[in-house]
């Protein structure tokens, strides 16, 4: 079993920065895939990127490459996003989610098992 905890939402003005942590429970972490997602009302939830446990090789959707980064410190059992340059299109509720194990670079919603509760980011224009 794994619970996740997220945190670092906020409201910022475009062109800032926020850095959202997952914090999880359990001993699974190390093996876990980490996920992050975003939705906003009326829409499905939305990849945003994910770094697999074995190597930390990393996807990312094409509408975040080059301003978000994730990153995971397996010691603290922490993922984290890094968001730069954050536009009024990146405001939603993210999302941390896991797999446990596996060697697929997993970005499909459906693979996931766990998820947190979410957290708000807005950007405003």
């Known amino acids: 079993q794994v619970q996740l905890v997220e945190s670092g939402g906020g409201l910022v003005q475009a062109g800032g920065s926020l850095r959202l942590s997952c914090v999880a429970s359990?001993?699974?972490?190390?093996?876990?895939?980490m996920g992050w997602f975003r939705q906003t009302p009326g829409k499905e939830r939305e990849f945003v990127s994910t770094?697999?446990?074995?190597?930390?090789?990393?996807a990312y959707a094409d509408s975040v490459k080059g301003r978000f980064t994730i990153s995971r410190d397996n010691a603290k059992n922490t993922v984290y996003l890094q968001m730069n340059g954050l536009k009024p299109e990146d405001t939603a509720v993210y999302y941390c989610?896991?797999?446990?194990?596996?060697?697929?670079?997993?970005?499909?919603?459906?693979?996931?098992?766990?998820w947190g509760q979410g957290t708000q980011v807005t950007v405003s224009s």
């Open positions: 989610a896991a797999k446990i194990g596996g060697l697929a670079v997993v970005r499909r919603e459906n693979e996931y098992t766990y």
């Open positions: 359990g001993r699974a972490f190390s093996t876990s895939h």
């Open positions: 770094i697999r446990w074995i190597d930390s090789m990393i």
